[in-house]
C-alpha cells in the first residue's frame, strides 16, 4: 500500500467523524428549518414536506459537498451550505416519490410514516414537487451568498440538473422498476446504481470543488473518489437490505427480496458484495491524495458509507 494512501486511512481511524458529522449535521438542520419557514401553524403541504426534510437523517449528500469543498481549500460555509442544503432537498423529493404505491410502496422512512402514509397520496406527490422546485429557489439564492463566484454557482446548477434528471436519478429509478422480476446482470445493476443513487453523491462532492474553486486536477479527483463512494453506497444498502436491523435504519429489511430485485448479495452473495464495497473505498481514496490532509473528513466518510448500520 502506498504511504500516502496508508497515512490517509490512519487519519481517518483517528478521525473524530462523530463530532464531524454532529457539527455540520446541526447546521444543516437549522438551515433547512430556515429555508422551509411553515410558521406556527403550517399549512397542510408545508406540514407534509417538513414531516419528510426535518426527518432524522444523515444529512450524507450535504456533508460531502461541504467536505469536499474543505478538501479543495474552500470553507463549508455560505453558499456551499445553501447548495448542500439544496441537495438534501432533491433528495428528499426523490425518497417521497420513490415510497409512493405506483413505485415503492414503502410503508417507513427514516423512522417515520412514509409521506403517502402519514398524509396522503396526492399530497405526498405534491410535497415532493414543492421541494424539487424549493431546491432551485435554493440554489438560485446561492448567487447572493457568493457574488464573486457566479460562474462556480451556474456550472453547479447545471452538474445538479443533470444529475436529478431523466439522464440521472430519475432514469436510474426507471430502471430499477423495470429491473424487478427481470435478473439483472452485474453490468446492468451498476448503471443503474450509478444513476439511481451515484449520480446525486456525485454530484454533492463535485459541487462542492466547484464553489470551493477547485482547479482541474482537484475536480477530476473529487469526481473520481465520489464515483466510487456512490456505488459503495448502494451495495452496502443492498446488504444492509438482507442483513441490516429496521429499528436502526428506520426502515423495512428484506423489500428486495420480496420485490425480485437484482442486488448486489443475490448476484454476488454477502462476502463478495462486502469485499467489493471496501475494494471501492480503497480506490476512491487513492484518488483524493492529492489533497492531503485536508482530504482526511472525506476519507472518514467513505469509510462510514462502508460500516454503517442505517
Known amino acids: 500500500m502506498p504511504a500516502a494512501m496508508n497515512n490517509l486511512k490512519n487519519q481517518a481511524r483517528s ?50 459537498c461541504m467536505a469536499a469543498a474543505e478538501a479543495a481549500g474552500g470553507s463549508a460555509d455560505k453558499a456551499v451550505l445553501q447548495a448542500g442544503c439544496a441537495i438534501e432537498m432533491i433528495h428528499t423529493y ?82 430499477d422498476m423495470a429491473g424487478e422480476g427481470q435478473g439483472l446482470g452485474l453490468g446492468d445493476l451498476k448503471q443503474m446504481h450509478e444513476l439511481k443513487t451515484g449520480a446525486l453523491i456525485r454530484a454533492s462532492v463535485e459541487t462542492g470543488g466547484l464553489l470551493a474553486g477547485a482547479d482541474e486536477a482537484g475536480k ?24 441490516g436491523d429496521p429499528g436502526r435504519m428506520g426502515k423495512a429489511s428484506g423489500t428486495d427480496t420480496a420485490r425480485a430485485k437484482s442486488t448486489y448479495p443475490s448476484l454476488m452473495g454477502i462476502d463478495a458484495a462486502r469485499d467489493y464495497a471496501g475494494d471501492l473505498i480503497s480506490k476512491a481514496l487513492q484518488a483524493i491524495e492529492i489533497f492531503g490532509n485536508k482530504a482526511t473528513p472525506l476519507a472518514a466518510l467513505a469509510a462510514y458509507i462502508v460500516e454503517r448500520d442505517k
Do not use: W
Request: glycine letters at 8%; aromatic letters at 4%; one cysteine or more.
Open 15 to 64: 478521525f473524530d467523524l462523530t463530532g464531524y458529522l454532529n457539527k455540520h449535521q446541526d447546521r444543516i438542520n437549522r438551515h433547512l428549518a430556515a429555508l422551509l419557514s411553515c410558521g406556527p401553524e403550517p399549512t397542510r403541504l408545508c406540514a407534509a414536506m417538513c414531516h419528510c426534510l426535518m426527518a432524522p437523517g444523515k444529512r450524507l449528500r450535504p456533508v460531502l
Open 94 to 175: 426523490s425518497l417521497i416519490h420513490d415510497d409512493l404505491p405506483a413505485m415503492d410502496d414503502d410503508q417507513l422512512r427514516r423512522g417515520r410514516p412514509t409521506c403517502h402514509v402519514a398524509f396522503d397520496e396526492a399530497t405526498a406527490i405534491l410535497a415532493g414537487d414543492a421541494l424539487l422546485t424549493l431546491a432551485f429557489e435554493t440554489l438560485a439564492g446561492c448567487a447572493k451568498l457568493d457574488t464573486e463566484n457566479a460562474a462556480g454557482i451556474l456550472e453547479s446548477i447545471d452538474v445538479i440538473s443533470k444529475a436529478a434528471g431523466y439522464c440521472g436519478m430519475i432514469e436510474g429509478q426507471m430502471q
Open 220 to 243: 477530476q479527483a473529487l469526481n473520481t473518489y465520489a464515483g466510487h463512494i456512490g456505488l459503495a453506497f448502494q451495495v452496502t444498502d443492498d446488504i444492509l437490505n438482507v442483513r
